[in-house]
């Protein structure tokens, strides 16, 4: 409209229970007419007015119910509001704020200008001298924070500048979260501050120096990629990253699966062992940080490489601090290939058959996102309510895709990731730089019951749209893989709480157990040399196997079966035979091949 100048008429709206849009008034002034609006249910969008100055009129607004959106409304330098500033700080929606006047242009200026609001400085930093001051040589501690009171905020370092915090004024203490992190202790003291914010106490800094009570050597590698898409070139980002208290230098390794067509390095690795290993150096990895290489592999696809298939990737890390000799750290990723697929999504690692997890041991989740829109998203905001059955105080930060632009906050069970002016590109005009990701860390509680299943969805923000909810993860908790301590896991082991039964546990014939897992009691008469005359290979298979047979044996049967007995394959035999087992997950299945009154029963490893 060229004509709107004000919004006098709607006095008598005190409510409105879905949303307000004000778009695209070229003569819109003033706000006048909203004054005795308090409370909007939905989104609040104003968009595109170009002779719009402030969003006086707004100042008895006392709720946004949804999402917030201010942008290209070029004269307007004056947002800061009350409920506008409390919305930036404690608003549950998404945030698009951009391309209006000085002032206004992005969060960071409007809640710079908003009354009665401060904020709270508190680089937390690994004080290698002990001295109590940070030098420049000395770098923040990003997986370390602090405990902000009232509120019970607490509050994440980061690697830039040691951490930050808006609040309105007021009285608050301010404490290091030793909880968190018990592996380290202060230099600098006292170890909580009282401070008060106010008009003449703009900003505070307060510093928390720290220093390692024991030589911890933790490095934990991961590896994060875009989505798995057949025939594509696809970027994998390999990661180390130290959780220790040491300063380490060591190799980060990437074993990529076989079936892999191409190879295009962007950081070119500093050794490859042939054709698929590659190798990266590393030195002086600080406690908190994290080293960082790129591949783009292009993935396999049909007719050679089926649809739903595994990938096999193996990240790995040699390393060596204080601490020496080398330690290792390995992790196997599998990745099922998709030539369709949902952008975001939400993984789980370390991965056992079963959705089985350790209850003393991390579960490392990655939050994957991509912009499918048209325009590039100015903001990304990612909340995730964490399982009740989760310890907050083993959250642990590894590592995103922009980590310049992320803050971290955990209050109560509500995990949040924002990234704030991200500027995410859409996939229709950069594919790659459409897509982020964040990484992070977290165990169960120790006093959980053995099967507790915790699950984890994730809710993405892009600007102003409605949220982006993943796929759920889950995984089912035990305090061991081994309950009767014989060598074989739950899943291989057909009977975990009798160690005198597992897959090499002698076979007593004709007593009606199964001792050795192969899905039957052994029956006398078995002729070894029918064994001795077949050969099956390769053994362990990706695929397929070959099964050859002597050419004296007619009517030889084939029998499959998994760790429960139960049969998945019957079919005759020729003298070669190809047995195709890509639709079975990994693990170990029993082959028998039956010839007369005869038969044996094979291990094979599906990887």
Known sequence: S???????????????????????????????????IYSIGYNLTINRNDTLTSLAGLEN???????????????LSVCSVPVICDFLLNGSGSIDVHDNAAGCNDQIEILDNCEGLGQIHYPLFFDLNENGSQESEEPCLPQTSVLIEPGNIISYGNSTNGGHKHLYFGDYSISYNQNATPLWELTTSPNSFDFTLDSLNYADT????????????????????????????????VMAVNEGTTVADGTLWLTADANIQDVNYIDPPDTLVAPDRFGWFFTELYPGQVVKKQIRLQLPGPPDFPIGDLLFFETQVFYSDINSPYHSDKLVHSFELFCSYDPNDKLVQPVFPNNYAL?????????????????????VVIKDVLDSNLDLNTFRYIASSHESVLSTYLKGNLLTFEFRNIFLADSTSNFEESQGYVMYSIRAKEDIDEETVIDNTANIFFDYNPAIITNTTENVMLSTFDFDEDGFELWNDCDDMNE?????AEEIPNNGIDEDCDGEDAVVGTDELLKSNVQIFPNPTKRTISIHLPKSFTNAELE????????LLQQSLEHQSIIDLTKYPRGVYFLIVEHQETFFVEKIVKI
């Open 560 to 567: 499959i079966k998994d760790y429960s007995g139960k049969l």
């Open 61 to 75: 607004l006392t709720y946004i119910g949804g999402d917030l959106n201010i942008f290209e409304n070029s004269n």
């Open 206 to 237: 307060v510093y928390f120096g720290l220093f390692p009570i024991v030589n911890d050597s933790d490095l934990k590698v991961t590896m994060a990629n875009s989505q798995p898409r057949c025939n594509e070139y696809v970027t994998f980002e």
């Open 2 to 36: 060229n004509v709107l100048t004000n919004l006098e008429g709607f006095e008598n709206l005190n409510y409105v229970g879905g949303s307000i849009s004000i778009d695209d008034n070229d003569a819109l002034i003033s706000l006048a007419g909203l004054e005795n």
């Open 359 to 379: 209850i003393g041991e991390d579960l490392g989740y990655t939050i994957r996102f991509q912009n499918t829109g048209n325009a590039e998203a100015y903001d």
């Open 500 to 504: 005198n039964i597992n897959p090499e």
